[in-house]
C-alpha cells in the first residue's frame, strides 16, 4: 500500500482548454502528493479522480505500449506513463503534444497523422498473388533483422512533437510515416517500394527532413525514424538516378501498377 | 475532411542536389580541417615554412592534371554542399522564400564553379 | 484565434524556435558551419584565381589570409572540425551494415571513419609536401 507519509508534493501546472467557455488555453495549477514509485499518469489520475473530474486526457496502457498518453512534460515529448516523477522537479509544467490541433484540454486532433500513415500504402505488397495453399512467407532472421526495430512503433506521435520541420510545415509527413514506408520497404515479403515512392520520395516527404534527430531521441521504443529517413534519401537518390541513366532496367512499377486490397 | 489521398504527391528532383550535398559532405568532412590547416594556420602558426607555398611550388603542383581535378572536385562539391545546407538552414530561420534563397545560393555556387573551373583550367 | 478543423493550432515560433530547447542548438550550430565551409570554399577559389593572374597577385593573397584573415581561418577551422565530427557520428544512421548476419555497431562505424579521417589528413599534408 502507498504511504502518504512518504509522498512528495508535486505542483503539475496543466494547459486547459474548453473549447465552449475559453477563447485561449490557460494554465491550472495541481499540487500531488505523489508517491516514489508514480509516474506522470498517476500524477494526473490522482487530479482527476480526488482534485478536478474536468480534466481530459487520453490514456490506456499504462506501460508504453498503447501510444494514448504522449504529453509535453516541462518541454519535452513523453508518454505520461513513461514519466517517473522521481526524476522530475517539483514543478512539472504538462501540455498536450505539439505541433498539434488540441480539441480539449491535454488532447489533441490526430486525424491528419492518420491520413499521413495511410498515404505511404503501410501494407505488404507481395511479389506475386499467392493462395492460401501455397502456404506462409518464409522469412529467415537476419531478414528480419532488416526491419525490425521499425515494426516497434506505436503511433504515439512523440516523435511529431519533437520534429521542428513538422513545427514549421504542418504538411511534412513526418518520422513517423516514413520509418513505417521503410518498414515495409526493408520487408522482404514486400515489392512495393515503387508504389509508395512517389510519396516517400516527394518534397513534402524524405526531402523535408534536415535530420534534426530529435524524432529518434524522444521515440519510447527506439525505432530511430531518422535513420530509417536517412536511409530513404539514399535508397531514393540510388532509384531516381537509375531510372535516368539506366531506363533499360524494368521497373518494378510495371509489375505492381493498382492498388492491393 | 481533407484527405490525404487527395494530396499530389510527386516525387521530386531533389535528389540532384541532395547527392552533392551528400558527397560535398563526405568530402569536407574528411578533408576541409586538415586543407585548412595546411592553406591558411600552418603557416602562421610557425609549423610550415612559407616558402612551401610560393607562387613557382604551386604552379609545380598544379602542373599535374590529376591534381588540378582533385582540387576541383574537392572544391567544386564543397561549394554546393554549402549552397544546399545554407539554403536549407535559411527555411529554418524562418525564411519562407525558398525559390529566392536557392536562386541566391545556387547562383553564387555556380559563379564560384565557374571561376574556379577558369583558373584551373583556362 | 487559430484554428483547424474547429480545434485550437498553438502559434509556432518560425524565427527563433532553436532558441527555445537546448537540444536545437548543437543542430543549429551544425547547419552554419556549411556557412563556414562555404566560405573557405570560396576563399580557396579566390586564392587560385590570383594564382592564375601572377605571383604578385598570389602573394598578396597568401599574405592576406595569413595575417589578416588569421581569426576568421581560425574560426572557419573549428567550425570545419564540428563539421566533421557531427558528420561522422551520424554516418552510422545512415549505412547500416551487416557483417556476419549481425549489425555492425555504431561505435565501429563512427571509429573506421574517424581513422580514415586521420588518414585522409595526413595524406593531405604528406602530398603537398612531397610535392609534385
Excluded at chain 1, 500504402?121 to 512467407?137: A, M, Q, S, V
Excluded at chain 2, 547527392?19 to 569536407?28: D, E, M, P, R
Excluded at chain 2, 610560393?54 to 567544386?76: C, E, H, M, T
Aim: proline content about 5%.
Amino acid at each position: 500500500m502507498s504511504n502518504p507519509a512518504k509522498a512528495r508534493i508535486v505542483q503539475l501546472e496543466i494547459m486547459r482548454y474548453n473549447p465552449d467557455l475559453d477563447q485561449q488555453p490557460h494554465f491550472q495549477s495541481y499540487d500531488v502528493p505523489c508517491q516514489e514509485e508514480w509516474v506522470l499518469l498517476d500524477a494526473i489520475n490522482y487530479i482527476k479522480d480526488e482534485l478536478d473530474r474536468s480534466l481530459s486526457y487520453r490514456w490506456s496502457c499504462h506501460m508504453a505500449v498503447c501510444g494514448s498518453c504522449g504529453l509535453m512534460v516541462n518541454g519535452v515529448p513523453m508518454l505520461s506513463c513513461h514519466a517517473f516523477i522521481r526524476d522530475m522537479p517539483d514543478l512539472i509544467k504538462v501540455e498536450p503534444m505539439e505541433n498539434f490541433p488540441i480539441i480539449r484540454d491535454l488532447v489533441v486532433e490526430m486525424d491528419g497523422f492518420i491520413e499521413k500513415l495511410a498515404a505511404v500504402k503501410p501494407y505488404i505488397h507481395p511479389k506475386e498473388e499467392r493462395n492460401i495453399e501455397d502456404g506462409c512467407h518464409n522469412q529467415s532472421p537476419e531478414q528480419l533483422l532488416d526491419f525490425q526495430s521499425l515494426t516497434q512503433c506505436i503511433n504515439c506521435m512523440l516523435c511529431y512533437s519533437a520534429c521542428p520541420q513538422v513545427a514549421l510545415d504542418h504538411d511534412f509527413i513526418g518520422p513517423a510515416a516514413m520509418a513505417l514506408a521503410h518498414r515495409y520497404n526493408l520487408d522482404s515479403r514486400d515489392q512495393g517500394r515503387a508504389v509508395r515512392k512517389d510519396v516517400i520520395a516527394s518534397n513534402q516527404a524524405i526531402w523535408e527532413c534536415t535530420f534534426v534527430g530529435a524524432c529518434s531521441e524522444v521515440c519510447p521504443k527506439h525505432v530511430d525514424p531518422a535513420a530509417a529517413i536517412q536511409q530513404a534519401k539514399i535508397a531514393a537518390t540510388g532509384d531516381y538516378f537509375k531510372s535516368f541513366l539506366m531506363p533499360w532496367i524494368k521497373k518494378a512499377s510495371k509489375d505492381n501498377e493498382g492498388e492491393q486490397p | 475532411m481533407n484527405s490525404t489521398n487527395q494530396k499530389n504527391y510527386h516525387a521530386s528532383h531533389k535528389p540532384v542536389i541532395w547527392s552533392l550535398f551528400a558527397a560535398g559532405g563526405t568530402v569536407t568532412a574528411l578533408l576541409l580541417p586538415a586543407l585548412i590547416m595546411l592553406m591558411a594556420l600552418a603557416v602562421p602558426l610557425g609549423l610550415m615554412s612559407a616558402d612551401l607555398f610560393s607562387y613557382a611550388r604551386i604552379q609545380d603542383l598544379l602542373s599535374n592534371p590529376l591534381v588540378k581535378l582533385a582540387v576541383f572536385g574537392i572544391i567544386f562539391l564543397s561549394l554546393w554542399h554549402a549552397a544546399h545546407r545554407m539554403r536549407c538552414t535559411m527555411h529554418d530561420f524562418g525564411v519562407r522564400a525558398d525559390g529566392v534563397v536557392a536562386i541566391l545560393f545556387y547562383g553564387v555556387a555556380s559563379v564560384m564553379s565557374l571561376i574556379l573551373a577558369v583558373a584551373l583550367f583556362f | 484565434m487559430k484554428q483547424y478543423n474547429g480545434h485550437f493550432i498553438r502559434p509556432a515560433d518560425k524565427y527563433a524556435w532553436y532558441l527555445k530547447k537546448p537540444r536545437y542548438i548543437p543542430y543549429m550550430l551544425r547547419e552554419l558551419s556549411s556557412l563556414f565551409v562555404g566560405l573557405f570554399s570560396c576563399i580557396l577559389v579566390w586564392g587560385l584565381y590570383q594564382h592564375s593572374q601572377g605571383e604578385v597577385a598570389f602573394n598578396a593573397w597568401t599574405q592576406l589570409i595569413w595575417n589578416q584573415l588569421f581569426w576568421l581561418n581560425l574560426l572557419i577551422f573549428v567550425f570545419a572540425f564540428y563539421h566533421s565530427y557531427s558528420w561522422f557520428m551520424v554516418t552510422p544512421k545512415a549505412m547500416p551494415i551487416k557483417f556476419k548476419g549481425k549489425r555492425v555497431s555504431g561505435v565501429t562505424i563512427i571509429g573506421a571513419h574517424m581513422l580514415l579521417w586521420l588518414i585522409a589528413s595526413v595524406v593531405v599534408f604528406t602530398l603537398f609536401v612531397i610535392g609534385a
